[in-house]
Structures are given as structure tokens and as C-alpha cells.
């Protein structure tokens, strides 16, 4: 691959039922895409990796996770092959997203319906131990039909070692640490923070790092950011995540994420199928530059090629696109069944 290829993980639902959903997605140096290599899974809405070996979540009532190993040349033709591991139910409904802590071999999974978070043990080999999973303080918010119960939806890092986890239904941001002792058969995991948010904020998806937590509202549709450290919690900032709303179109923001270089950060805007980009050389107070449309429906998860172009999984439009953010020029790179987020690969 040339310094300009790139690859990524690919995790789609399956409205259909089981099937071909978890891609190894290639970019080649000429701006051409392709499916490498497919496993077959339910609805894996989020996927994570670690070094040869991919986890995916199963967006399902019963809640599980299952693994796959990345053969470079496994294929029958020696092209690259997604070969199944492992899978562990866990039993907390609609996981969507999932993190691995290689420090404590764990895997941190997100439940939205389950209200929870899962910690699930793993090998390298990617075969799965007993998880546990810790259920989110029973917190409610004013959007009845969003906010009646917690809602586990996304999970980050910290830079001194912990993970917050959003809660969507809660209005809250919950800062978690991993228990386990080496010979632990099953870890642990406990709460030591909860950040509380406006109102009716429907926290969904973060970005940590410089002291600052950047948080998107998929209820509010603001981008609120927070001066953070292990001792202290304060706001900074707030900023609608589009300039007009116009009438009844939805606006439900989705994923938030940062350019390579840190001077923009992009939020995907639902309903109205945009990404918004923000100004943020000023990381405290980052301020909307544009709103441009990518052209297709939903868009759920996007991640940066660099400054300037970024690929989205636009869900409803069945498609990753390809999008501009200096022009606006989008294209439509690769047809796909609901394709619900990219992650690149190093």
C-alpha cells in the first residue's frame, strides 16, 4: 500500500437478517474504493480493533459481541479473509459501541437499551472470558420518549487511564475504571464520576483530550465542550450545530470527531444529512464554520482521510461518500447495506 492508501473496518446492519456485514474496506492511492475481505454477523453497528484481531458488537435484544481474525492471505484466491473467533452473549439489550483497553485485556462495550456497561475479558487469540456488566444509575431526562431510562451510547478514553461512557437518557457523563487483578477470571467495573449536562442534552458521542471533553447533544443539537481533568469538571462552551434549524427537518446529530491536525472538528447532523464543521483553534470554544450536505441519508459515523476530506457511513443512503470539506464536492464511493460505522485502520 502507497502512502496514500488506506483501510478500514467496516460494520453495517443487517435488516435482513445474519449475514456479510463486517468489511475490510480498502481506499487505493487513485481515490478507488473496495471490499477486501466480509464476515458475517448481526448487526455489528460498531467495530474495534486490535492488532489482527476485529470485535464487533451485536446490536440485538440478547446483547453480544463476537470476534474475527484478519488473515492477510487466508482468502481462497490469497487475498485477505475476516475468519471467525469467538462470540459471548452477555444478555444487555442493543450494544452500539465498543472499545478495546489492551492495558487490562478488556473489552468495554456500550448497551443503549440495556442502560449498562459490559466489560468483557479477551486473548489474543480473540476468544472471549465471562463478561460483567455494571448497570448506569437510574437517571431520566425531559424528552420523555428519548429519556425515560440511561442510555449507554458511546465510550472514550481518558489520558490518565479511565473511560467516560455517555448516557443519552440520563444526561450524564459517567467516568469508569477497570478493576482487575491479573489472575481475575472476570473484571470489574465501577463508576468514581458522574458529569452532569444541561437538561435535555441527550449526550451521544465525545472527544477527550488537551484538558477539554468535547460532547455532542443528539437531543439539543449543540456542541458543548467542558474544560476536564481528573480532579475538576467545568463548562467552557456551547454552540448550536447548525445555524437554522428550518421548520420540521430533524436535527439529530450523531458522531463528533477531529481533524488530524485538531484545527476542526466535524459533527454528522442527521435528518438534515450535512457535517457540520467547527473552528477550533480555539479547542476551548470551537465555533461553526459550514454546514455542507454529503448527499446521502442518515449519515451515522465518518472518520478523516485528512484535513480536508472525510468518508461517512451514510446509513439510510447505503453508501460510504466521499466528502470536501474545502469545496462540498461529495461522491458516492461504495455501495453498502446500511453501513454504520468506519473505522480506520493504522
Known amino acids: 500500500m502507497t502512502a496514500t492508501a488506506r483501510r478500514f473496518a467496516v460494520g453495517c446492519y443487517t435488516p435482513d437478517g445474519a449475514g456479510p456485514a463486517v468489511h475490510l474496506v480498502e481506499r487505493d492511492a487513485d481515490g478507488g474504493w473496495r471490499v477486501a475481505a466480509s464476515g458475517v454477523a448481526s448487526n455489528p453497528s460498531f467495530l474495534a480493533v486490535a492488532d489482527d484481531v476485529w470485535f464487533a458488537v451485536g446490536e440485538d435484544a440478547a446483547g453480544s459481541v463476537v470476534s474475527f481474525r484478519l488473515d492477510a492471505t487466508g482468502g481462497a484466491d490469497g487475498t485477505p479473509a475476516l475468519v471467525p473467533v469467538a462470540s459471548v452473549v452477555h444478555g444487555e439489550a442493543d450494544p452500539c459501541h465498543v472499545v478495546v483497553v489492551p492495558e487490562h485485556r478488556v473489552l468495554l462495550v456500550a448497551n443503549y437499551t440495556g442502560g449498562s456497561v459490559t466489560a468483557v475479558p479477551f486473548e489474543s487469540s480473540g476468544e472471549f472470558g465471562r463478561p460483567f456488566s455494571l448497570a448506569l444509575p437510574h437517571r431520566t431526562g425531559p424528552v420523555s420518549d428519548r429519556q425515560e431510562a440511561p442510555h449507554a451510547h458511546q465510550l472514550a478514553a481518558t489520558p490518565w487511564g479511565t473511560h467516560l461512557v455517555s448516557d443519552l437518557g440520563g444526561d450524564a457523563i459517567h467516568e469508569l475504571v477497570i478493576e482487575r487483578a491479573p489472575d481475575a477470571a472476570t473484571p470489574a467495573v465501577r463508576i468514581v464520576?458522574?458529569?452532569?449536562?444541561?437538561?435535555?442534552?441527550?449526550?451521544?458521542?465525545?472527544?477527550?483530550?488537551?484538558?477539554?471533553?468535547?460532547?455532542?447533544?443528539?437531543?439539543?443539537?449543540?456542541?458543548?465542550?467542558?474544560?476536564?481533568?481528573?480532579?475538576?469538571?467545568?463548562?467552557?462552551?456551547?454552540e448550536p450545530v447548525v445555524a437554522e434549524p428550518g421548520g420540521d427537518v430533524v436535527v439529530q446529530p450523531s458522531h463528533l470527531d477531529r481533524a488530524p491536525s485538531g484545527r476542526l472538528l466535524t459533527s454528522l447532523v442527521r435528518g438534515r444529512d450535512t457535517v457540520s464543521v467547527f473552528e477550533a483553534t480555539d479547542g476551548a470554544r470551537p465555533r461553526l464554520a459550514t454546514e455542507l450536505p454529503i448527499g446521502a441519508a442518515w449519515p451515522r459515523h465518518h472518520a478523516h482521510l485528512d484535513d480536508r476530506m472525510v468518508v461517512v457511513a451514510a446509513q439510510e443512503g447505503r453508501a460510504l461518500v466521499e466528502l470536501d470539506l474545502v469545496t462540498g464536492a461529495s461522491r458516492r464511493v461504495l455501495e453498502l447495506t446500511a453501513p454504520a460505522c468506519v473505522v480506520p485502520l493504522t
Open 193 to 238: 464520576r458522574t458529569l452532569d449536562l444541561p437538561p435535555g442534552t441527550g449526550p451521544r458521542h465525545m472527544l477527550v483530550g488537551g484538558g477539554l471533553l468535547h460532547v455532542v447533544g443528539e437531543l439539543d443539537g449543540r456542541l458543548h465542550t467542558f474544560e476536564l481533568d481528573a480532579a475538576s469538571f467545568a463548562p467552557s462552551g456551547s
